[in-house]
């Protein structure tokens, strides 16, 4: 015989109302009961039939995912994260890929919304909020990672001005004076991650110099082919630096490789600084110093604000940036 609602609720004293609660993802459960129903749901082996449910409430319990890449460690954990976050609630999550390409990302979401969605989140590729196809759409979305500040939406990622500081000043306090800068051309995360690189370089009395900052437009994909190549127009320029602030972490990792090619000895002749502090970061041949922007938190805020969109489509947007932290490994030690 198949587990009932009223089944659970009866064996946990609470109301069939609190079961549906929890199942629905409401947050006006307390932790401790939401997790005591979970618990019992999972021992039963509790099924919610999502066809009824949907059929019941006129909404799917699915929320839509568009990245630019799913093959990217920051991406696939992120993607991890808020999968299980979702799941927990009673929800699914349909992932799509836009392989950086603003067409595919535009067909994804017309795709994604075509199966009834209850929340879109993308990562969007669009290099202008004009282009961005979400805009005006009934179903609420929310921004990841990648940030339109002019357009009302709501939006989760890093506090990415922050990132930059970080990393740059870590430098700076390591007495590094010809700090260069590998970035991506267009994104929010880079132009943010690059306004913290130059205010703490102004705030430290360090010009900042151009021929320093080297810009590039995918990343997600070829990072370590771009920041390889990035770092080799650096060593060829006029000034040599002494430290470089990548974009991400993999990116940070071509760019040691030509470091290291062009017979450069790292920490002692130049310093690197990554972003993402993927997992495999620590067990590079010279492991690498990297910010750490919580992608697994990511995730999970992600999933509460879609829940709380899913059952309140118009309320104000929201930004939230999470706190990036600095891990310190041998790519920048101190000598």
């Known amino acids: 015989m198949a587990v009932r609602l009223k089944d659970i609720a009866k064996d946990l004293g609470v109301s069939t109302v609190t079961v549906s609660k ?18 019992r749901m999972r021992e039963l082996n509790y099924q919610p039939n999502m066809m009824a449910r949907g059929l019941a409430s006129g909404r799917s319990y699915t929320v839509g995912l568009v990245v630019p890449d799913l093959v990217h460690p920051f991406f696939g954990e992120f993607a991890k994260s808020l999968g299980g976050a979702l799941r927990r609630s ?4 349909i992932i799509a890929s836009s392989e950086e390409d603003p067409e595919i990302e535009r067909q994804e979401i017309r795709t994604l919304l075509s199966r009834g969605v209850d929340v879109m989140l993308v990562a969007s590729c669009q290099p202008h909020p004009e282009a961005a196809s979400f805009s005006g759409e009934r179903v609420p979305f929310v921004l990841i990672d990648r940030n339109f500040p002019a357009m009302e939406a709501n939006f989760v990622g ?3 001005v922050k990132v930059g500081e970080l990393a740059t000043r870590h430098l700076i306090e390591l007495g590094r004076r010809r700090i260069a800068h590998i970035g991506a051309q267009e994104m929010s995360p880079s132009l943010d991650r690059l306004t913290g690189y130059k205010r703490a370089l102004a705030a430290a009395g360090i010009p900042a110099q151009k021929r320093l900052v080297v810009t590039r437009k995918r990343f997600e994909e070829t990072g370590d082919s771009v920041g390889y190549q990035a770092m080799q127009e650096l060593l060829a ?4 630096p002494d430290a470089v602030f990548c974009y991400n972490d993999l990116s940070a990792i071509g760019a040691m490789q030509a470091a290291m090619h ?6 002692q002749e130049i310093a690197f600084v990554g972003c993402g502090n993927l997992r495999y970061a620590e067990y590079l041949k010279i492991p690498l110093t990297s910010i750490d922007h919580a992608t697994d938190k990511m995730g999970e805020v992600a999933a509460k604000l879609a829940l709380e969109l899913a059952a309140d489509p118009k309320q104000t947007p929201q930004t939230v940036l999470l706190d990036p932290r600095l891990v310190v490994r041998q790519s920048s030690a101190v000598l």
């Open 22 to 39: 929890v199942l629905r993802g409401n947050t006006d459960i307390g932790e401790r009961t939401r997790q005591l129903v979970l618990d």
């Open 90 to 93: 009673g929800r699914a999550l």
């Open 158 to 160: 890093s506090n990415d």
């Open 237 to 240: 320029g006029k000034v040599r």
């Open 262 to 267: 062009a017979g450069l000895r790292i920490p």
